[in-house]
């Protein structure tokens, strides 16, 4: 089946520094793909909608300077937590859909640690 | 997307069918149930979803009520690999509709 493809699985940086995330959608096109963000014991928050060829469409209260996304090909989007601080630390999850009337597929995740 | 109410936790004993309800009253004619659910630190996957027939796959059923304001999320033989959190989530789950996510039960399989 489909699969969504999330790298690396965990990374820890230090403080001030650039973390880039990557999502991969193996074997579809995703024009779509979401960004959440989960905090210990809390649910999964929809950080953005990643467009390819376009902008991402962030949610209330996300820093679009701080978390870039770009959505370069229909296969790939990533994410950069730029100058990332310990308050940053999270797990992120992307996703996608194969075809437009089809459920969303997520990517295992990215276990984010700033000291 | 409508908002859905979902117990915190609930426990099972492994064999035991686990059934897990949810609430969805303000749900739209044309939006479908999903349930996910998200195993400790991987991502969410997915399990069956629904608009208003009782549905059946090889890990679950999706019982819906008749006036579509609930459903229940049965699986049949609980393993102590479906530990996780559940989450019901209700979305015409099309083109490029997001998925939010409520804060889903906490399933606990007894041994």
């Known amino acids: 089946g489909a699969v969504v493809s999330q790298h690396p699985s965990w990374v820890i940086c230090k403080s001030g520094t650039s973390v880039k995330i990557e999502c991969r959608s193996l074997d579809f096109q995703a024009t779509t793909m979401f960004w959440y963000r989960q905090f210990p014991k809390q649910s999964l928050m929809l950080m953005a909608t990643s467009n390819e060829g376009s902008k991402a469409t962030y949610e209330q209260g996300v820093e679009k300077d701080k978390f870039l996304i770009n959505h370069a090909s229909l296969t790939l989007s990533t994410l950069t937590v730029t100058s990332a601080h310990p308050e940053d630390s999270s797990f992120y999850i992307c996703?996608?859909?194969?075809?437009?009337?089809?459920?969303?597929?997520f990517g295992s995740g990215t276990q984010l640690s700033v000291l | 997307d409508a908002k859905t109410t979902q117990p915190t936790s609930m426990d099972c004993a492994e064999g035991r069918a686990a059934n897990l309800p949810c609430n969805h009253s303000?749900?739209?004619?044309?939006?479908?149930v999903y349930w996910y659910r998200q195993i400790h630190s991987q991502g969410p996957q997915y399990i069956i979803h629904?608009?208003?027939n009782n549905e059946t796959n090889e890990m679950a059923s999706l019982i819906i009520t008749e006036d579509r304001k609930s459903s229940t999320l049965i699986l049949p033989h609980a393993t102590l690999r479906d530990t996780a959190v559940y989450y019901c989530i209700v979305t015409r789950g099309y083109g490029n509709e997001k998925l939010t996510f409520g804060t889903g039960t906490r399933l606990t399989i007894i041994p």
């Open positions: 629904g608009l208003k």
């Open positions: 996703s996608a859909r194969r075809t437009e009337n089809e459920k969303l597929f």
């Open positions: 303000t749900i739209s004619g044309n939006e479908y």
